[in-house]
Protein backbone atom coordinates (compact mmCIF):
# COMPACT_ATOMS: atom_id res chain seq x y z
CA UNK A 1 0.00 0.00 0.00
CA UNK A 2 3.27 2.51 0.40
CA UNK A 3 4.31 1.81 -2.78
CA UNK A 4 0.65 3.12 -4.05
CA UNK A 5 0.49 5.76 -1.68
CA UNK A 6 3.96 6.91 -2.88
CA UNK A 7 2.90 7.47 -6.31
CA UNK A 8 -0.11 9.32 -5.67
CA UNK A 9 1.31 11.55 -3.47
CA UNK A 10 3.77 12.41 -6.63
CA UNK A 11 0.88 12.41 -9.22
CA UNK A 12 -1.52 15.11 -6.91
CA UNK A 13 0.74 17.35 -6.22
CA UNK A 14 3.58 17.14 -9.66
CA UNK A 15 4.07 21.38 -9.51
CA UNK A 16 5.75 20.99 -6.10
CA UNK A 17 6.98 17.39 -5.87
CA UNK A 18 10.81 17.59 -7.87
CA UNK A 19 11.81 15.09 -9.80
CA UNK A 20 14.59 13.67 -7.89
CA UNK A 21 12.53 13.78 -4.34
CA UNK A 22 12.80 10.33 -2.73
CA UNK A 23 9.63 10.13 -0.47
CA UNK A 24 10.76 7.19 1.01
CA UNK A 25 13.40 9.15 2.82
CA UNK A 26 12.24 12.83 2.72
CA UNK A 27 10.53 13.24 5.91
CA UNK A 28 8.18 16.46 4.98
CA UNK A 29 6.95 13.64 1.99
CA UNK A 30 6.88 10.65 5.09
CA UNK A 31 4.86 13.33 7.26
CA UNK A 32 2.05 13.80 4.38
CA UNK A 33 1.75 9.87 4.06
CA UNK A 34 1.53 9.14 7.59
CA UNK A 35 -1.54 12.36 7.96
CA UNK A 36 -3.28 10.27 4.34
CA UNK A 37 -3.40 7.18 6.31
CA UNK A 38 -3.54 7.99 10.04
CA UNK A 39 -5.77 11.24 10.90
CA UNK A 40 -7.74 12.65 13.35
CA UNK A 41 -11.35 13.71 11.42
CA UNK A 42 -12.17 15.98 14.09
CA UNK A 43 -9.25 18.17 13.46
CA UNK A 44 -8.39 21.25 11.77
CA UNK A 45 -9.12 21.40 7.39
CA UNK A 46 -5.97 20.64 5.72
CA UNK A 47 -5.77 22.28 2.10
CA UNK A 48 -7.25 20.53 -0.68
CA UNK A 49 -6.38 19.45 -4.15
CA UNK A 50 -8.36 17.61 -6.72
CA UNK A 51 -9.56 14.59 -6.24
CA UNK A 52 -10.29 14.85 -2.65
CA UNK A 53 -11.88 13.05 0.12
CA UNK A 54 -13.92 15.26 2.67
CA UNK A 55 -15.34 13.37 6.31
CA UNK A 56 -16.91 15.83 8.21
CA UNK A 57 -17.20 13.92 11.07
CA UNK A 58 -18.54 11.13 9.20
CA UNK A 59 -15.80 8.95 10.56
CA UNK A 60 -16.75 9.95 14.44
CA UNK A 61 -20.56 8.90 14.58
CA UNK A 62 -20.65 5.87 12.81
CA UNK A 63 -23.72 3.60 12.45
CA UNK A 64 -25.14 6.97 14.58
CA UNK A 65 -22.76 6.10 17.79
CA UNK A 66 -20.82 8.25 19.68
CA UNK A 67 -17.42 6.21 19.09
CA UNK A 68 -14.19 8.06 18.44
CA UNK A 69 -12.33 7.18 15.16
CA UNK A 70 -9.20 7.42 13.27
CA UNK A 71 -9.51 7.82 9.51
CA UNK A 72 -7.50 5.97 6.87
CA UNK A 73 -8.23 6.87 3.44
CA UNK A 74 -7.00 6.89 -0.03
CA UNK A 75 -7.90 8.42 -3.41
CA UNK A 76 -6.34 7.50 -6.36
CA UNK A 77 -5.43 10.06 -9.23
CA UNK A 78 -8.51 9.79 -11.95
CA UNK A 79 -10.53 8.28 -9.55
CA UNK A 80 -13.94 8.89 -11.37
CA UNK A 81 -13.11 8.72 -15.22
CA UNK A 82 -16.10 10.21 -15.74
CA UNK A 83 -18.45 10.11 -18.96
CA UNK A 84 -19.45 6.87 -20.08
CA UNK A 85 -18.28 5.24 -16.73
CA UNK A 86 -20.88 7.70 -14.47
CA UNK A 87 -23.51 7.33 -17.27
CA UNK A 88 -23.35 3.58 -16.82
CA UNK A 89 -24.02 3.80 -12.86
CA UNK A 90 -27.34 2.46 -12.42
CA UNK A 91 -30.08 3.72 -9.27
CA UNK A 92 -30.18 0.06 -8.68
CA UNK A 93 -27.63 -2.41 -7.64
CA UNK A 94 -26.86 -5.60 -8.90
CA UNK A 95 -25.14 -9.15 -7.29
CA UNK A 96 -21.81 -9.38 -7.79
CA UNK A 97 -20.39 -12.91 -7.61
CA UNK A 98 -17.26 -14.83 -9.35
CA UNK A 99 -13.79 -14.02 -9.53
CA UNK A 100 -14.95 -10.15 -10.09
CA UNK A 101 -16.23 -10.82 -6.12
CA UNK A 102 -13.90 -12.40 -4.97
CA UNK A 103 -10.60 -10.34 -6.48
CA UNK A 104 -12.87 -6.86 -5.21
CA UNK A 105 -12.70 -8.51 -1.47
CA UNK A 106 -9.52 -9.80 -1.21
CA UNK A 107 -8.21 -6.00 -2.34
CA UNK A 108 -10.60 -4.44 0.13
CA UNK A 109 -9.35 -6.86 3.07
CA UNK A 110 -5.88 -6.03 1.63
CA UNK A 111 -6.48 -2.35 2.16
CA UNK A 112 -8.15 -2.50 5.61
CA UNK A 113 -6.07 -4.36 7.80
CA UNK A 114 -3.16 -1.88 6.13
CA UNK A 115 -5.32 0.74 7.57
CA UNK A 116 -5.73 -1.26 10.65
CA UNK A 117 -2.01 -1.47 11.23
CA UNK A 118 -1.11 1.35 10.53
CA UNK A 119 -4.36 3.37 13.40
CA UNK A 120 -4.71 0.94 15.83
CA UNK A 121 -0.97 -1.36 15.55
CA UNK A 122 -2.38 -4.30 14.74
CA UNK A 123 -4.73 -6.36 12.80
CA UNK A 124 -8.60 -6.35 13.10
CA UNK A 125 -11.17 -9.25 11.92
CA UNK A 126 -12.18 -7.94 8.85
CA UNK A 127 -14.71 -9.09 6.70
CA UNK A 128 -16.20 -8.60 3.75
CA UNK A 129 -20.50 -7.40 4.56
CA UNK A 130 -21.51 -6.25 0.87
CA UNK A 131 -20.55 -6.77 -2.16
CA UNK A 132 -22.49 -4.81 -4.73
CA UNK A 133 -22.17 -3.61 -8.44
CA UNK A 134 -23.12 -0.35 -10.59
CA UNK A 135 -22.17 -0.11 -13.77
CA UNK A 136 -18.58 -0.56 -14.25
CA UNK A 137 -17.92 0.03 -10.70
CA UNK A 138 -18.33 -2.62 -7.56
CA UNK A 139 -18.72 -1.51 -4.02
CA UNK A 140 -17.12 -3.93 -1.41
CA UNK A 141 -17.84 -2.69 2.48
CA UNK A 142 -15.95 -4.59 5.31
CA UNK A 143 -16.23 -4.66 8.83
CA UNK A 144 -14.93 -6.23 12.15
CA UNK A 145 -18.66 -7.12 13.23
CA UNK A 146 -17.67 -5.87 16.63
CA UNK A 147 -19.83 -3.36 18.45
CA UNK A 148 -17.22 -0.67 18.05
CA UNK A 149 -17.29 -1.61 14.02
CA UNK A 150 -14.08 -1.01 12.32
CA UNK A 151 -15.02 -0.38 8.72
CA UNK A 152 -13.55 -0.03 5.58
CA UNK A 153 -15.45 1.17 1.97
CA UNK A 154 -13.52 0.43 -1.69
CA UNK A 155 -14.82 1.27 -4.52
CA UNK A 156 -13.15 -0.28 -7.91
CA UNK A 157 -14.33 0.78 -11.01
CA UNK A 158 -13.15 -2.06 -13.95
CA UNK A 159 -11.27 -4.10 -11.05
CA UNK A 160 -9.16 -1.51 -10.02
CA UNK A 161 -9.54 0.38 -6.88
CA UNK A 162 -10.47 3.97 -7.50
CA UNK A 163 -11.01 5.27 -3.48
CA UNK A 164 -11.11 3.77 -0.26
CA UNK A 165 -11.81 5.29 3.20
CA UNK A 166 -12.84 4.17 6.41
CA UNK A 167 -12.77 4.15 10.29
CA UNK A 168 -10.96 2.35 13.08
CA UNK A 169 -12.41 3.20 16.60
CA UNK A 170 -10.15 5.51 18.51
CA UNK A 171 -9.45 5.39 22.58
CA UNK A 172 -12.85 7.03 23.86
CA UNK A 173 -14.86 4.41 21.51
CA UNK A 174 -18.25 3.95 22.82
CA UNK A 175 -20.20 0.84 21.64
CA UNK A 176 -22.69 1.47 19.12
CA UNK A 177 -26.10 1.23 20.34
CA UNK A 178 -28.32 -1.49 18.86
CA UNK A 179 -30.78 -1.23 15.48
CA UNK A 180 -34.06 -0.74 16.55
CA UNK A 181 -36.71 -3.56 14.37
CA UNK A 182 -37.50 -2.12 10.87
CA UNK A 183 -35.26 0.47 11.19
CA UNK A 184 -31.80 1.63 10.20
CA UNK A 185 -28.28 3.34 11.13
CA UNK A 186 -25.73 4.65 9.71
CA UNK A 187 -23.36 7.72 9.12
CA UNK A 188 -24.02 10.72 6.29
CA UNK A 189 -21.03 12.44 4.79
CA UNK A 190 -19.09 10.32 2.96
CA UNK A 191 -18.13 12.58 -0.27
CA UNK A 192 -15.23 12.18 -2.78
CA UNK A 193 -15.48 14.87 -5.26
CA UNK A 194 -13.31 16.03 -8.12
CA UNK A 195 -13.61 18.90 -10.17
CA UNK A 196 -16.29 17.73 -12.45
CA UNK A 197 -18.31 15.79 -9.86
CA UNK A 198 -18.26 13.53 -6.77
CA UNK A 199 -19.46 10.36 -5.29
CA UNK A 200 -21.09 9.74 -2.05
CA UNK A 201 -21.42 6.54 -0.10
CA UNK A 202 -23.46 5.21 2.64
CA UNK A 203 -22.97 1.93 4.48
CA UNK A 204 -24.67 1.13 7.81
CA UNK A 205 -26.85 -1.02 9.50
CA UNK A 206 -30.51 -2.47 9.28
CA UNK A 207 -32.67 -3.84 12.80
CA UNK A 208 -34.65 -6.65 12.82
CA UNK A 209 -37.05 -7.31 9.87
CA UNK A 210 -35.88 -5.11 7.03
CA UNK A 211 -35.07 -6.59 3.82
CA UNK A 212 -34.57 -3.39 1.77
CA UNK A 213 -33.54 0.01 1.86
CA UNK A 214 -34.17 3.23 0.26
CA UNK A 215 -32.50 6.31 -0.20
CA UNK A 216 -34.39 9.44 -1.40
CA UNK A 217 -31.24 11.44 -2.78
CA UNK A 218 -30.71 15.06 -3.46
CA UNK A 219 -28.64 13.88 -7.08
CA UNK A 220 -30.44 10.78 -8.17
CA UNK A 221 -33.93 10.17 -6.79
CA UNK A 222 -34.49 7.10 -5.16
CA UNK A 223 -31.49 5.08 -4.60
CA UNK A 224 -31.33 1.36 -3.83
CA UNK A 225 -29.46 0.20 -1.56
CA UNK A 226 -28.01 -3.12 -0.79
CA UNK A 227 -29.11 -5.04 2.52
CA UNK A 228 -27.56 -8.52 3.72
CA UNK A 229 -26.72 -9.69 6.95
CA UNK A 230 -27.46 -6.93 8.58
CA UNK A 231 -25.68 -4.08 7.04
CA UNK A 232 -26.26 -2.14 4.07
CA UNK A 233 -24.31 -0.21 0.97
CA UNK A 234 -25.33 2.27 -1.62
CA UNK A 235 -23.66 5.28 -3.50
CA UNK A 236 -24.57 8.03 -6.05
CA UNK A 237 -22.50 10.32 -8.10
CA UNK A 238 -23.33 13.41 -7.37
CA UNK A 239 -22.66 17.50 -8.38
CA UNK A 240 -18.14 18.58 -7.00
CA UNK A 241 -18.27 19.86 -3.78
CA UNK A 242 -16.41 21.59 -1.54
CA UNK A 243 -15.48 21.28 2.20
CA UNK A 244 -17.33 24.38 2.78
CA UNK A 245 -21.15 23.67 1.19
CA UNK A 246 -20.22 19.51 3.16
CA UNK A 247 -19.71 21.79 6.60
CA UNK A 248 -22.90 23.59 5.28
CA UNK A 249 -25.32 20.79 5.74
CA UNK A 250 -24.61 17.08 7.88
CA UNK A 251 -27.51 15.24 5.58
CA UNK A 252 -25.05 13.92 2.89
CA UNK A 253 -27.03 14.44 -0.23
CA UNK A 254 -29.69 12.39 1.52
CA UNK A 255 -33.55 13.78 1.78
CA UNK A 256 -35.00 10.36 3.77
CA UNK A 257 -35.07 6.67 4.09
CA UNK A 258 -37.43 4.17 3.62
CA UNK A 259 -37.25 0.44 5.06
CA UNK A 260 -38.62 -2.04 3.44
CA UNK A 261 -39.79 -5.03 5.76
CA UNK A 262 -40.30 -8.21 4.84
CA UNK A 263 -44.21 -8.46 5.31
CA UNK A 264 -43.54 -5.87 2.48
CA UNK A 265 -44.62 -3.07 4.20
CA UNK A 266 -42.68 0.48 4.27
CA UNK A 267 -41.60 2.48 7.22
CA UNK A 268 -40.09 6.12 6.96
CA UNK A 269 -36.65 6.27 8.98
CA UNK A 270 -36.03 10.09 9.83
CA UNK A 271 -32.67 11.44 9.60
CA UNK A 272 -32.37 11.76 13.16
CA UNK A 273 -33.09 8.17 13.39
CA UNK A 274 -31.09 6.88 10.74
CA UNK A 275 -27.98 9.50 12.40
CA UNK A 276 -28.43 9.44 15.82
CA UNK A 277 -28.46 13.33 15.75
CA UNK A 278 -30.90 15.72 17.02
CA UNK A 279 -32.96 17.49 14.15
CA UNK A 280 -31.07 20.66 15.89
CA UNK A 281 -27.52 19.21 15.28
CA UNK A 282 -28.55 18.08 11.52
CA UNK A 283 -29.47 21.68 10.66
CA UNK A 284 -26.72 23.27 12.46
CA UNK A 285 -23.67 23.49 9.66
CA UNK A 286 -20.22 21.95 11.00
CA UNK A 287 -17.35 24.19 11.85
CA UNK A 288 -14.77 21.47 11.54
CA UNK A 289 -13.95 18.21 9.57
CA UNK A 290 -11.28 17.31 7.31
CA UNK A 291 -10.50 17.10 3.83
CA UNK A 292 -7.51 14.47 2.87
CA UNK A 293 -5.60 14.75 -1.23
Given amino acids: ?10 DLDPAVTPADLDTSTDPKARAMLARVVATDPMGSPAPTSSPRLLTRGRLTAVGGGVAAGIAAALVLPGVFGGG ?14 GDRATDAQEKCLDHAQDAAKSTTGRELGFRPVVTEGRGPWTLVYVNDDSSHLAEIRCLFRDGDLAAAGGSTPGPGAQPLPPVPAGSAR ?46 FAAWWPDAPTTEERENASRRGGVKSVTAILQDGSRHNVPLEELTGRTSAQLNTPATGGSARD
Fill in 186 to 231: AALGSVVSSSEESVRIVTGRVGAGVVGLELATEAKGSVTATVTGGY
Fill in 84 to 97: SAMAAWTATPYTVS
Fill in 1 to 10: MNDTLDHTLR
